[in-house]
């Protein structure tokens, strides 16, 4: 067996983009000895999915181990690239993206939430049924690859928290008085959506109980008014901080949930000083692009948010995260191969 890794991003027309994604890759350490290659989805020419296959390939490589640099199994494109990769027998919504030529047998992981990509095919319970032929799955042109891995180990860093609690610190959100608004691109199509609100509601559960802000909810851009959202975060942190520390954890919920839950007031006593509670928006992308420089801003109109429209990149976690994910790949790989 020869393994090598194949990272795959989304990819961007910006150049800024890219480089804040080959930087993150270029200061991972890789395993000595392993082929390593960087491929985008879209919008990055000479550097595709099937160019980085190729290139593995041509190295003699006859085992990939594929790391989908995308923040949530909620994406369709990871779903998408799945199929084309042979993963999946189907994509579960529909796709324009042709099946690849793989000779290499794949084994195929995990985004960065953890999410299990491959739920309906058996994967939820983490079990893994091994390898089989690419060339089987595709009539002798891609791989039957081994189906998506389960989720993240609980003892393993959150890199999305690590990554989002930087952000928090950049915008000078108060733990004790400040409430966030994650914001994501989502999905319209099932079971994407419900991938996308699973997995920030857990990240804004995980932001109240560690004390890293008052309150926290999500919004998905593709299907919810942003500006709404923040608007009735703001209304319901407004008041007085009797009993708001119980409240909080309530709070760690989409904004739709929020219809019923009891509004607080304008103004909360920090120590003793009278402070107004605002709203951080923090939108869970990868790295600045259109639609957190031009669409996000658009959507907020005039809603005072505290927002600089900075993303999760760069970040040294992603590295750490890359470092492991490459180690668990091919150690399953070189399990799966001894069985």
Same mark, same amino acid.
């Given at each position: ?5 194949? &990272?795959?991003? /989304? ?20 395993? @000595? ?21 190729? *290139? ?20 369709? /494109? ?12 189907? =994509? ?16 195929y992981g995990r985004p960065l939430d953890g999410g299990t990509v491959a ?7 983490? @079990?893994? =049924? ?6 089987? *799955? ?29 952000? #928090? ?21 099932? =079971?994407?959506?419900?991938?996308? /609100? ?19 909810? /999500? !919004? ?8 709404? !959202? ?5 209304? #319901? ?14 709070? *760690? ?6 219809d019923t839950a009891p509004s607080l007031g304008a103004d909360d006593e ?13 939108? &869970?992308f990868l790295s600045r692009g259109y639609f957190t420089t031009h669409v996000?801003?658009?959507? #907020?109109?005039?809603? =005072? ?6 993303? #999760?990149?760069?970040?040294? *976690? ?7 994910? !490459? ?13």
């Amino acid at each position: 067996m020869k393994p090598g890794l194949l &990272v795959i991003s /989304h990819g961007s027309r910006d150049g800024s983009w890219v480089t804040l994604v080959d930087e993150a890759i270029a200061k991972a350490a890789w395993p @000595e000895g392993v082929p390593i290659a960087s491929s985008f989805l879209e919008c990055v020419p000479n550097r595709t999915i099937q160019d980085g296959i190729d *290139a593995l390939e041509a190295q003699g490589v006859d085992h990939i181990g594929v790391i989908p640099l995308f923040v949530s199994a909620g994406s369709t /494109h990871v779903d998408e690239i799945a199929y084309a990769l042979g993963v999946t027998a189907a =994509p579960l919504a529909e796709t324009g993206l042709a099946p690849f030529r793989v000779n290499a047998r794949v084994l195929y992981g995990r985004p960065l939430d953890g999410g299990t990509v491959a739920a309906d095919l058996g994967e939820a319970s983490g @079990e893994w =049924p091994g390898l089989a032929d690419s060339k089987e *799955a595709n009539g002798g042109a891609g791989g039957d690859a081994a189906r998506a891995l389960g989720g993240a180990d609980d003892a393993e860093e959150d890199i999305l928290l690590r990554m989002v609690e930087a952000r #928090l610190r950049g915008l000078g959100v108060r733990p004790g008085a400040d409430g966030v608004l994650l914001v994501a691109h989502g999905s319209q199509h099932e =079971p994407f959506q419900a991938r996308w /609100h699973d997995s920030l509601r857990g990240l804004a559960r995980l932001l109240v109980k560690r004390g890293m802000c008052a309150a926290a909810s /999500h !919004a998905l851009l593709c299907c919810e008014d942003v500006a709404a !959202a923040a608007q009735r975060l703001m209304s #319901l942190l407004g008041g007085t901080a009797d009993g708001f520390g119980e409240r909080a954890e309530k709070l *760690a919920a989409p904004f739709p949930m929020f219809d019923t839950a009891p509004s607080l007031g304008a103004d909360d006593e920090l120590g003793n000083h009278a402070v107004k509670r605002r709203v951080a928006m923090v939108p &869970v992308f990868l790295s600045r692009g259109y639609f957190t420089t031009h669409v996000i801003p658009e959507r #907020l109109a005039d809603v =005072p948010v505290m927002y600089d429209g900075q993303t #999760l990149l760069p970040h040294p *976690a992603l590295g750490r995260w890359l470092e492991r994910e !490459a180690e668990r790949l091919l150690a399953m790989l070189a399990g799966r191969l001894k069985d």
